[in-house]
T-cell receptor, first 110, second 113 residues
Framework: GEDVEQSLFLSVREGDSSVINCTYT??????LYWYKQEPGAGLQLLTY?????DMKQDQRLTVLLNKKDKHLSLRIADTQTGDSAIYFC??????????FGQGTELSVKP | NAGVTQTPKFRVLKTGQSMTLLCAQD?????MYWYRQDPGMGLRLIHY???????AKGEVPDGYNVSRLKKQNFLLGLESAAPSQTSVYFC????????????FGPGTRLTVT
């Protein structure tokens, strides 16, 4: 069945770049998403990429999509302590449904 | 504009008890979803609805029932709670747009003892 995989933890120093990786299985997904979850809160959409794009940049965020390898990444430039959160990758399954990865907990050390 | 709200925020149940979680959205969204979040497992879809009066099963529907009598509300019921249903439950809604961006509520932390 469909599956989305992420590594569970990432630790970086403040000011460094963070790269969070994700692999997915359904090549027919139209959109792929990155959501952010801060402690004790629900998820918020950070950014998304259409499946016919290779890259999308939005201020400090860069999303790269490799459709051949079914690999999605999120790069956060100049990572700040406020970026500490859990980041979820998700792929669209049609009919409004999403499949989420396990989430990557990003820890930013001063 | 409150977005997506959930009640209650916390609840402790004994095994075998029943309860209903309420989700409300004020964005006139067609689609609504219930997820559970467990450590290391991400979010798993329990049930969803594509419009008032319709519901469908997601990935982990067993032990749960839902109803969507009004467009703005989506109820999740546990008829006989089990310790395996200890989790954080999130409701979300989305419009019938191209990207189906989902808007999430703050979550309900449920403990079943």
């Amino acid at each position: 069945g469909e599956d989305v995989e992420q590594s569970l933890f990432l630790s970086v120093r403040e000011g460094d770049s963070s790269v969070i990786n994700c692999t997915y299985t359904d090549s027919s997904s139209t959109y792929l998403y990155w959501y952010k979850q801060e402690p004790g809160a629900g998820l918020q959409l950070l950014t998304y990429i259409f499946s016919n794009m290779d890259m999308k940049q939005d201020q400090r965020l860069t999303v790269l999509l490799n459709k051949k390898d079914k690999h999605l990444s999120l790069r956060i430039a100049d990572t700040q302590t406020g970026d500490s959160a859990i980041y979820f990758c998700a792929e669209s399954m049609g009919g409004g449904k999403l499949i989420f990865g396990q989430g990557t907990e990003l820890s930013v050390k001063p | 504009n409150a977005g997506v709200t959930q009640t209650p925020k916390f609840r402790v149940l004994k095994t075998g008890q029943s309860m209903t979680l309420l989700c409300a959205q004020d964005m006139n969204h067609e689609y609504m979803y219930w997820y559970r979040q467990d450590p290391g497992m991400g979010l798993r879809l329990i049930h969803y609805s594509v419009g008032e009066g319709t519901t469908a099963k997601g990935e982990v529907p067993d032990g749960y029932n839902v109803s969507r009598l009004k467009k703005q509300n989506f109820l999740l019921g546990l008829e006989s709670a089990a310790p395996s249903q200890t989790s954080v439950y999130f409701c979300a809604s989305s419009d019938r747009g191209q990207t189906y961006e989902q808007y999430f509520g703050p979550g309900t932390r449920l403990t079943v003892t």
